[in-house]
């Protein structure tokens, strides 16, 4: 190593090159500076590595096959011996090939406070996959329609900020049997098609609609109970979000 004297500053040279040297002065020592006009123009520094390409790049090691299905009570579907994640996972083992589908559903969340939990649960797990259903509690707890799409919008960008490169469909929110909250939830579901979901390019897995294609979807509920599918609506939901992401080209499924 050679050393040489600039202005009294050491510069470290090595082999001849200068090489990047941090500098701490002393308390009370004068540090002169000098500035001087660019003389001409420099040629842009080279390359050195070849940008790799798009398809080539690492984005997050996730777990091939690991879906994530995020959601409430109806994800969770505690009630069932059949949840919709388990239906989801047997679909996927039959027509896609071996696949793991977790069961993060928690009863009573709201979308409105459901950040920590979606992230912790991407975090934990680095699923390729995450569906997302939520919102009906919300539209119980008086949200606004709007509110409540907005919210759904957010936990798509935080699961995608929690694991980049991570493949997530959202559900709408299936319909309900309490006529003046169902309207609630379908003009929830209109602005997350038009507005919040669709500028997030998001698959959106139309389980209100699903619903609604069967007809007397009222039938396929639990006796009593306004929010909650039965055994045969919670697979309506698990075969609405497989078709969803067959159709999108996630899957190597068959129609």
């Given at each position: 190593t050679?050393?040489?004297?600039?202005?009294?500053?050491?510069?470290?040279?090595?082999?001849?090159?200068?090489?990047?040297?941090?500098?701490?002065?002393?308390?009370?020592?004068?540090?002169?500076?000098?500035?001087?006009?660019?003389?001409?123009?420099r040629e842009p520094m080279p390359e050195i590595l070849p940008s790799a390409p798009e398809s080539d790049v690492?984005?997050?090691?996730?777990?091939?096959?690991?879906?994530?299905?995020?959601g409430d009570s109806i994800t969770y579907g505690g009630y069932s011996d059949?949840?919709?994640p388990m239906a989801l996972e047997q679909l996927l083992d039959t027509n896609s090939g071996p696949s793991?589908?977790?069961?993060?559903?928690?009863?009573?969340?709201?979308?409105?406070?459901?950040v920590a939990r979606l992230r912790e649960g991407v975090q934990t797990y680095t699923p390729e996959f995450v569906q997302i259903m939520e919102g009906t509690n919300d539209i119980t707890a008086d949200y606004d329609p709007d509110q409540t799409a907005f919210a759904v919008q957010l936990l798509v960008g935080d699961a995608r900020a929690t694991v980049p490169g991570v493949k997530v469909v959202v559900g709408t929110i299936t319909p309900r049997k309490d006529e003046k909250k169902n309207e609630e939830v379908t003009a929830?579901?209109?602005?997350?098609?038009?507005?919040?979901i669709k500028r997030t390019g998001a698959p959106i897995a139309d389980t209100w609609q699903a619903f609604y294609d069967y007809g007397n979807w009222e039938e396929f509920y639990r006796v009593g109970d306004p929010l909650h599918p039965?055994?045969?609506?919670?697979?309506?939901?698990?075969?609405?979000?497989y078709q969803t992401m067959v159709d999108a080209g996630m899957l190597g499924g068959q129609q």
């Open positions: 050679e050393t040489a004297q600039s202005q009294g500053l050491p510069v470290q040279l090595t082999g001849g090159e200068p090489s990047i040297l941090w500098v701490t002065p002393e308390s009370g020592q004068k540090v002169p500076v000098r500035q001087e006009p660019l003389q001409e123009m690492l984005l997050w090691p996730h777990v091939p096959n690991r879906h994530l299905a995020h059949v949840p919709y793991e589908v977790i069961n993060w559903g928690l009863p009573g969340e709201r979308a409105m406070l459901a929830t579901n209109e602005m997350m098609k038009n507005k919040y039965d055994s045969r609506g919670l697979a309506i939901i698990a075969n609405t979000f």
